[in-house]
């Protein structure tokens, strides 16, 4: 029950634990101030929370007493019974220790920080989404909406911004990783005539919804970013390549794209300087090749969605054969930031050559679904765990898919990874564009393999052979040891085409489609060999290689009996049933209605 | 003639003036999850619920839509914003708990704490 009024005397105490923030003994704050609260008897009137990195590094720890969001900065152990004293009994903020912050990022936190599924997090991409109107351009503009865009009309050169993206050590978040400065550069010093921006939103990966989100959310923070590419490259036209199966994202793109021309962030002599700009919407079939950005220039000049060799890069040579520049919608929504908040400051976010946050789709087998943007550097046992609340059901943790269908799948020995494009490869796995699917005891990994390797063999558009022909033979492969059928050797030539094929193909989704496969070889083998020598599925999960009896807890209730489909269970009233394997078709309904868990399914 | 930087400062003044302009400053704020995700969960009706109430009479609510903050499993979300109070957010609202949080929550003050997203 609630009292009335009894919420609004609480307080919030939220205490950075980033790592500058922890090496600057947050920790020993922590204690101490539990201690402090525990001893004044303050326990019903403070909630104690943690959060992730809030990018104040310099001016760390950071404690954040909410309500009114009071932030203070370079906090000390002495400073504490101040704060408790002044603000916490007395309701008076204590002036000398408040820090005032006005960045773009995380004023998310403002409205969800005291929820620790979004207080362990650090929004810079996502930083307007779920907190603004997306359809009224008027929400942007309030918060610094188009300032970084005004901002280098007015005083920054375009090569000075190229600059700023290298300085800043932003990565391609569409999945390669390809640092987004050296892109700019290369696509501005490439010559041309026209030159084109491409905002790359053909997400397709089966349960990522990062850029959906993004775009619905925030749609003038990509656009945004996009003028100032225009602007760095030399373009004058952009394009967003985007799914029309994402209708909602393309209406809200669509009137962001015509409030913006009104306000004249976009068309003739933008904000009345010398530059001119303008980006249209293309409608993608949803094909998923065409995330590949050769393939998706391709579907944009009208052939069909296939990639080519490369190079030349579309840097040089892209769409109608002019220099172009295409990055993921994640990529574009970073600009804005580090032209406001510095590159300086987004380089100090991250890892060491991974900079600054990543969006992920956290879905599968975890307590809290949903959209997660972290530093480069966190694990995943923290995302899995601190954000997500760990495997509902009291399940065992198995496995973490990541980067989709390109990626692989990784265990418990891997969990403390740091999220970094290079972390992730060396434990066998990639970045990718950020689903993340969370795996439990109950599900087979042979299985899990065979549906990302379906989804690309269907996806393989069949330009050349590895791909094409080498996914075909291995889902065939896969699908015979998952009924039964598996032979000694498979394992062997899985592997083998495998690396052939990552070697072989011709674009990325070739290059990676056999990532699930061999990733989980490399870390489930024995699930492998089980399903091969011993004809059996661990996790139950393929139902040709169960096998079902009787056991002697049997009461002969006949309900089994009765209702077996194909008539393979016998037995008398109140005698133990018998099943008849060579019968049993494994439909498991004897298993669902026996009330004596007398059924074993092995 | 005004610079870029100039010129985004007049806007943004403007903007903000509009927002205003729309009740921005009421006493409580009220925003509804309106992205894919939340509508296939149901919010659209919640919306309804929130916008008939502003239509009908409700005053001192500033109402808006949002993107998708991320709390898949907990959808529709509504969050309740008052200034100088810790923002109020709601999981799994239907039409039903939408009407209840305008009667109790809205026109009372009092938070309904069993819906609050922990």
Avoid at chain 1, 5 to 17: H, P, Q
Avoid at chain 1, 137 to 151: F, T
Wanted: charged residues 30%; proline residues 4%.
């Amino acid at each position: 029950m609630s009292v009335k009024g009894k919420r609004n005397e609480k307080f919030i105490i939220t205490l950075c634990d980033g790592t500058t923030c922890m090496n600057k003994k947050s920790k020993d704050i922590e204690i101490r101030l539990k201690e402090e609260i525990k001893s004044r008897g303050l326990e019903d009137k403070v909630q104690f929370n943690i959060s992730g990195c809030l990018g104040m590094c310099e001016k760390g720890p950071i404690l954040i007493v909410n309500p009114g969001f009071t932030m203070y900065g370079r906090v000390g152990l002495n400073d504490l019974q101040e704060i408790i004293e002044s603000h916490l009994c007395k309701g008076n903020p204590v002036a000398r220790l408040v820090i005032d912050e006005d960045h773009l990022y995380n004023r998310f936190f403002r409205v969800f920080g005291d929820v620790a599924f979004f207080g362990n997090q650090m929004r810079i991409a996502l930083r307007n989404c779920g907190i603004i109107d997306p359809e009224n351009i008027d929400d942007y503009l309030a918060l610094r909406g188009y300032e970084a865009l005004a901002k280098i009309l007015t005083e920054i050169s375009p090569n000075d911004v190229v600059e700023k993206i290298k300085k800043s050590g932003l990565r391609g978040r569409g999945g390669a990783g390809f640092p987004t400065g050296l892109k700019w550069e290369l696509t501005r010093k490439a010559e041309g005539k026209e030159k084109y921006v491409i905002c790359n939103a053909d997400e397709g990966d089966p349960g990522a919804f990062m850029d959906r989100s993004a775009i619905e959310g925030d749609p003038h923070t990509v656009l945004e970013g996009m003028i100032i590419g225009g602007y760095a490259i030399g373009a004058s036209k952009g394009l967003v390549y985007i799914r029309a199966e994402y209708p909602l994202a393309i209406k809200r793109l669509k009137k962001a794209i015509e409030d913006s021309r009104r306000e004249g962030f976009l068309g003739q002599n933008i904000l009345g300087s010398n530059f001119s700009f303008d980006i249209e919407i293309k409608l993608g079939a949803g094909a998923f090749v065409c995330g590949e950005e050769t393939a998706l220039i391709h579907s944009i000049e009208g052939s069909r969605g296939m990639p080519r060799p490369r190079p030349p890069f579309p840097s040089v040579s892209g769409l109608f054969a002019s220099p172009t520049l295409i990055n993921n919608v994640e990529t574009w929504a970073n600009i804005p930031v580090i032209i406001l908040d510095t590159p300086e400051w987004f380089s100090s976010i991250g890892t060491e050559r991974s900079k600054g946050t990543k969006v992920f789709a956290l879905a599968g087998k975890v307590v809290n679904t949903g959209l997660v943007e972290v530093p480069m550097g966190t694990t995943l046992r923290e995302i899995i765990y601190d954000i997500g609340g760990g495997i509902p059901d009291g399940k065992k943790f198995k496995a973490v898919q990541t980067g989709g269908p390109s990626g692989g799948c990784l265990p418990e020995k891997f969990l403390d990874t740091k999220i970094d494009y290079e972390s992730l490869a060396k434990a066998g796995s990639i970045m990718g564009s950020g689903g993340m699917i969370v795996i439990d005891e109950d599900s087979c990994m042979v299985n899990i393999a065979k549906f990302f390797l379906e989804f690309t063999q269907n996806e393989s558009c069949g330009k050349c052979t590895p791909c094409r022909e080498g996914t075909k033979r291995m889902l065939e492969i896969l699908e015979r040891i998952t009924v039964g059928k598996g032979q000694e050797g498979d394992i062997e030539k899985l592997e083998r085409l495998g690396k052939m094929i990552k070697k072989a193909s011709l674009c990325g989704l070739g290059q990676s489609a056999p990532n699930p496969v061999l990733s989980t070889i490399a870390n489930f083998r024995e699930e492998y060999e089980g399903h091969i020598r011993d004809k059996k599925c661990k996790a139950g999960e393929c139902k040709e290689l169960l096998t079902y009896s009787i056991n002697d807890k049997c009461v002969g209730c006949t309900a089994c009996k009765r209702v077996c489909p194909v008539n393979a269970i016998t037995g008398s009233p109140k005698e133990r049933h018998v099943i008849d394997e060579t019968k049993c078709i494994k439909c498991g309904q004897c298993f669902d209605v026996c009330k004596f868990k007398a059924i074993d399914k092995k | 003639m005004l610079t870029p930087i100039e010129l985004i400062k007049k806007k943004r003044a403007q903007a903000i003036n509009r927002i205003i302009g729309k009740g921005y400053l009421s006493t409580k704020r009220v925003y509804v999850g309106m992205a894919t995700c939340e509508i296939a969960a149901g919010s659209k009706d919640v919306w309804e619920v929130f916008d008939n109430a502003v239509k009908n009479g409700l005053t001192d609510v500033y109402l808006s839509q949002k993107g998708c903050a991320g709390r898949c499993n907990l959808e529709p979300t509504v969050e309740v914003i008052e200034e100088g109070k810790v923002p109020v957010k709601y999981g799994k609202i239907t039409p039903e708990k939408a009407k209840e949080i305008i009667e109790k929550h809205i026109k009372n003050g009092e938070v309904i704490e069993k819906w609050v997203i922990k």
